[in-house]
């Protein structure tokens, strides 16, 4: 691990309570680093917090002069299903431990375990950044992100993306489609309900509206939904996050309609040029597992996948968390789901989902 310097000491510190100026200290720190994401944010674990009843808290690394030197953002996690666990960061793909040097990581990480171990935790899960020293499992092989830098004009970002699925993206150009984005009542309850139909059709119960309605509104200009419709219709809908010169397209779907106009690829590549208009300079597709669906659909876009590394530690003799959808233990449950009339999937999914963090 390469950290820019190890300070002479560190101390750490614990922040439970809402307080306006550490976590306008904390959002500066994690803007000026360079492995920082919205999911370190204090408006992501805040909305978190807000919207599914998880508590957060803030590990700080301090040193000597009282500068931030690493910042660690948890959800405690509480879930009759799912188990417990302290994560970083809930309903996230990424966070983890943001640190200057390895000291702090290695500080933050214990004292996240010591967190855990007070509280009942039976484990600490860390999306993302460096993996600490010490008892902590490590997976690299289950999931990819895909960033790729966006193209000057769209012209040349059409051009920029491989001929088959730049041929499928010239089909969808020449249907009845438009483009929306907002963030009003309307742009949120249309993303809602694509995304619940697509989530459902996949087999896995959808999160609860409040907690898209708490992200909007935390980070504000910061967030988006772009809405394709056909006909007036809905059909394919992302809520993204903008961050340092990236767009995140983080919850999106589609209807069942939406394959046949093709408006997912619509929805991309206008988003692409939506965040370049933005100032923007690159494009986070997010995560995918290996081997999956999403992972070809990412790289048929021309993005390369880079492998995430993923740390966890228990307690002696606990398995870890499975809340992985695609996991083998769950294929009957996924398998049922998907035949759930969606107004059911609806209403029970919210109560389900919010345990997942």
């Known amino acids: 691990m390469n950290m820019a310097f190890k300070p002479a000491s560190l101390s750490i510190r614990i922040l439970e309570r809402d307080d306006a100026n550490e976590l306008a200290r904390i959002d500066a720190f994690v803007h000026a680093a360079p492995e920082g994401t919205p999911f370190h944010r204090p408006a ?13 808290r803030y ?23 799912f188990g417990r666990a302290l994560t970083s960061s809930g309903f996230a793909v990424g966070g983890g431990i943001l640190a200057d040097n390895d000291q702090a990581v290695q500080l933050l990480a214990e004292e996240a375990w010591r967190l855990a171990r007070r ?7 860390l999306r993302g950044g460096p993996v600490p020293d010490g008892p902590w499992q490590c997976k690299e092989d289950v999931y990819a992100g895909f960033v790729t830098e966006l193209a000057d004009d769209a012209e040349s970002q059409l051009l920029a993306i491989p001929r088959k699925q730049r041929a499928e993206i010239r089909k969808g150009l ?23 139909e697509s989530v459902r059709n996949l087999g896995t119960p959808v999160f609860p509206q409040a907690l898209f ?19 007036g219709a809905p059909v394919a809908s992302v809520l993204s996050l903008y961050h340092r010169g990236t767009v995140m397209p983080y919850w999106g779907g589609g209807t069942w309609d939406a394959r046949r106009v093709r408006a997912n ?28 669906g999403a992972f070809s659909f990412k790289k048929n876009w021309g993005f390369e996948p880079r492998p995430l590394s993923y740390a966890t530690r228990t307690a002696d003799g606990v398995d870890a968390r499975d809340v992985n959808p695609m996991s083998p233990k769950y294929r009957m449950q996924v398998a049922l789901w998907q035949q759930l009339p969606l107004w059911f999937a609806n209403r029970l999914g919210p109560l389900i989902a919010r345990g997942l963090g």
């Open 265 to 292: 690829e619509i929805m991309y590549y206008e988003l692409m040029n939506h965040a370049r208009e933005r100032g923007c300079t690159s494009f986070d597709f997010g995560r995918s597992k290996y081997g999956t």
């Open 59 to 81: 590990l700080l690394a301090e040193d000597s002069g009282g500068q931030l030197r690493g910042v660690l953002p948890l959800n405690l996690i509480h879930s009759a299903l």
């Open 174 to 196: 020449k249907n009845d489609l438009t483009v929306r984005i907002g963030t009003t009542r309307q742009d949120r309850d249309d993303h809602y309900a694509v995304y619940a």
């Open 44 to 56: 992501w674990l805040q909305a978190v917090s807000k919207s599914c009843g998880h508590e957060w």
């Open 213 to 231: 309605d708490a992200v909007l509104d935390a980070f504000g200009t910061a967030a988006d939904i772009l809405t394709v419709l056909c006909d």
């Open 119 to 125: 509280g009942s935790f039976p484990s600490v899960e």
